[in-house]
C-alpha cells in the first residue's frame, strides 16, 4: 500500500483491460520515494475497489482525492504476482499489504539530485559478488528499460543510480528501443564479464531530450 501526496503524477497505462497497472513513477518524486513501482497494480483508490473498475474511473477517484486536498491511498501489488494469484484463484488480502508512507521531508539525495544531466554508472563485481545490485523493469511493449530497485549494501548502492532511470546503454551498446529479448542478452554478457556500465537519466531527462 502506498501512501501519496496530491503532487505526485502518476501514470497509469490506459487499457480496456482492468485492472489498471503503473506504467511510469516519475524518478525523485514522492511517489518513488513512498516505494511505489512501476507494474505496480493499482486494487484500490483510498480504501475504494477499483479492480475492476474502468481506466476513467480508477483516473476519476484519483482525481477526485486530489480536488478535495485529501491524502492519496493506493492499494497496489505487484502485476507479477498479481498475475500467479489470479492464475491460481486466490483473492489479495489487503490486511497483508504494507503501508508506505510519503516521507514528511524529502530525502536530500531526491531534493538535490540534478536534473537534465545524463549519468555514467560503472559497476563491478568482486569475487564474493554475484549480482550487481539492481532489478530491471521493461518499457511499455516490452521495448527498453528501466531500473526498477537498487538492493542497499550491494555493488549499485554506492554509485549515482537511481530508481526509475531509464538506461539508454548497456556498456555502449545503446539499448532505448531495443526489446526485452536484446537487453536480456546484454545484461547477461555484462555478468559473464562482471562488469557493467550503464547510461542512464532520470525520467525528466529522457523526457527532455526526446
Same mark, same amino acid.
Given at each position: 500500500?502506498?501512501?501519496?501526496? =496530491? ?14 497497472? *503503473?506504467? /511510469? ?6 511517489? $518513488?520515494?513512498? $516505494?511505489?513501482?512501476?507494474? =505496480?497494480?493499482? #486494487?484500490?483508490?483510498?480504501? !475504494? ?9 480508477? @483516473? ?14 493506493? #492499494? ?8 500467479? /494469484? ?15 508512507? @510519503? ?10 539530485? $540534478? ?9 563491478? /563485481?568482486?569475487?564474493?559478488?554475484? @549480482? ?14 528501466? *531500473? ?19 538506461? #539508454? ?17 546484454? #545484461?547477461?554478457?555484462? !555478468? /559473464? ?18
Amino acid at each position: 500500500m502506498s501512501d501519496l501526496t =496530491d503532487e505526485d503524477i502518476l501514470n497509469l497505462e490506459r487499457s480496456i483491460q482492468h485492472p489498471h497497472f *503503473i506504467e /511510469l513513477v516519475d524518478s525523485n518524486s514522492p511517489a $518513488s520515494a513512498a $516505494s511505489l513501482k512501476i507494474r =505496480d497494480v493499482v #486494487l484500490a483508490v483510498n480504501n !475504494k475497489d477499483v479492480s475492476e473498475s474502468e481506466y476513467i474511473e480508477v @483516473t476519476k477517484a484519483i482525481k477526485d482525492v486530489r480536488d478535495s486536498n485529501d491524502r492519496l491511498e493506493l #492499494l497496489v501489488i505487484q502485476k507479477h504476482f498479481y498475475d500467479i /494469484l489470479k492464475e491460481n484463484g486466490i483473492s489479495f488480502n489487503p490486511r497483508f499489504a504494507q503501508v508506505i508512507d @510519503t516521507p514528511k521531508q524529502m530525502p536530500g539525495d531526491y531534493m538535490n539530485f $540534478s536534473k537534465h544531466t545524463p549519468r555514467t554508472c560503472e559497476i563491478r /563485481l568482486s569475487t564474493t559478488d554475484q @549480482t550487481f545490485g539492481f532489478d530491471i523493469v521493461y518499457g511499455k511493449y516490452d521495448i527498453g528499460a528501466y *531500473i526498477q530497485e537498487i538492493a542497499p549494501d550491494s555493488p549499485a548502492s554506492p554509485t549515482i543510480l537511481r530508481k526509475n532511470d531509464r538506461v #539508454l546503454e548497456i556498456n555502449d551498446k545503446f539499448i532505448d528501443n531495443e526489446p526485452r529479448k536484446i537487453i536480456e542478452k546484454r #545484461l547477461i554478457e555484462a !555478468k /559473464l564479464k562482471r562488469f557493467i556500465k550503464l547510461y542512464v537519466g532520470d525520467t525528466h531527462t529522457y523526457i527532455f531530450f526526446q
